[in-house]
């Protein structure tokens, strides 16, 4: 099992910045992939960005050069640094893990609410 706590999100105007973090334990394999999706009522949820315990690091394209994702393989952390942000950027954000020996997990949502 792994557990996923987030923590992070909030209240900002646009044009503004948030950092959201997310903070693995359990049963941790080396190898694997952590990242953020975001959902949005009435929508599939859709990834935000992704990174390896490489720091191979793949964005979606409305992202690009706005968010930024990180990790601290030490701490099972990661983190995502959201700038410039929209108002269309308004969404529950979710941590995803995976390996191949645990499987997928999901952080239990954090909101983020981008204001005009």
């Known amino acids: 099992q792994v557990q996923l706590v987030e923590s992070g999100g909030g209240l900002v105007q646009a044009g503004g910045s948030l950092r959201l973090s997310c903070a693995a334990s359990?049963?941790?394999?080396?190898?694997?992939?952590m990242g953020w999706y975001r959902q949005t009522p009435g929508k599939q949820r859709e990834l935000v960005a992704r990174?390896?315990?490489?720091?191979?690091?793949k964005y979606a394209d409305y992202v690009k050069g706005r968010f930024t994702i990180s990790r601290d393989n030490a701490k099972n952390t990661v983190y995502l640094q959201m700038n410039s942000l929209k108002t269309e950027d308004t969404a529950v954000y979710y941590c995803?893990?995976?390996?191949?020996?645990?499987?997928?997990?999901w952080g239990q949502g954090t909101l983020v609410t981008v204001s005009s």
């Open positions: 359990g049963s941790i394999f080396s190898i694997n992939v």
């Open positions: 995803y893990y995976s390996d191949s020996e645990s499987g997928d997990y």
């Open positions: 990174t390896t315990n490489a720091d191979i690091a």
